[in-house]
């Protein structure tokens, strides 16, 4: 299996931009999520969907960020506009509701920088 | 509150030797799950090991095997044998049933395993 995949893996930007990230979650797994991960705050859940729904989105930080899972196999993450604080790894990660365990499959990350 | 904590922000170990990276955890959940993860200085994020709440046995997973305190609400990661390789940064992470599939991450412990 090819596991799961993000895009891209790097991207920097200047502030104001939109920024689109991008996730192909294992085939077959339910549960897709988005993970922000600095230096200051650690591993941060930002939204996870169940069969392509949102379930929770508590962790979206603002109005700024914003996810789509428009089917099983994709998902994006937008911020617009960027801002320099937004400077992070994203993580998306996929699991199965069906195992015992429900282990995340975490992706590469994709480094942001904004400057 | 913090629901993870892992008071070693940093470990040392020499190569051949057993470590043990500590994680205690908050929750009044009484069906929960807890994930180890390493996270190496490439960045991707590998799962290692899971307890769940209601598991009797301690769980192993080749050199890596969870210490379970469920009393102390303790879950130390044992690692025999370190090898060079296991140099990086070690995760604890919790599932809560009450809040779905979404994973709680302490802040890591860095471990290098000197020759």
């Known amino acids: 299996d090819a596991g799961v995949i993000q895009s891209p893996r790097h991207e920097v930007t200047e502030m104001g931009q939109e920024v689109t990230l991008r996730c192909k979650p294992i085939?077959?797994?339910?549960?897709l999520f988005w993970y922000r991960q600095t230096m200051m705050r650690g591993l941060e859940l930002l939204i996870y969907?169940?069969?392509?729904?949102?379930?929770?989105d508590s962790g979206m930080p603002e109005d700024r960020f914003s996810a789509k899972m428009p089917n099983a196999s994709f998902s994006t993450l937008k911020i617009q506009p960027s801002e320099p604080r937004d400077s992070a790894v994203y993580f998306c990660a996929s699991s199965l509701a069906s195992g015992v365990t429900y282990e995340q499959y975490f992706g590469p990350g994709t480094r942001l920088t904004v400057t | 509150a913090q629901k993870i904590t892992q008071t070693q922000p940093g470990m040392f170990v020499q190569e051949k030797e057993a470590v043990t990276l500590d994680c205690t955890y908050d929750t009044s959940d009484p069906s929960y799950g807890l994930f180890w993860y390493k996270q190496p200085s490439s960045g991707e994020m590998i799962f290692l090991i899971y307890q769940g709440s209601y598991d009797q046995q301690n769980a192993t997973e080749g050199r890596y095997s969870l210490n379970f305190q469920k009393a102390r609400k303790s879950a130390n990661l044992v690692i025999s044998a370190s090898q060079l390789g296991d140099s990086a940064m070690y995760f604890c992470?919790?599932?809560?049933?009450?809040?779905?599939?979404?994973?709680?991450f302490g802040k890591g412990t860095s471990l290098l395993v000197t020759p």
């Open positions: 992470a919790m599932r809560e049933s009450h809040s779905g599939y979404a994973l709680n």
């Open positions: 085939s077959g797994h339910d549960y």
């Open positions: 969907f169940n069969n392509n729904v949102p379930i929770d």
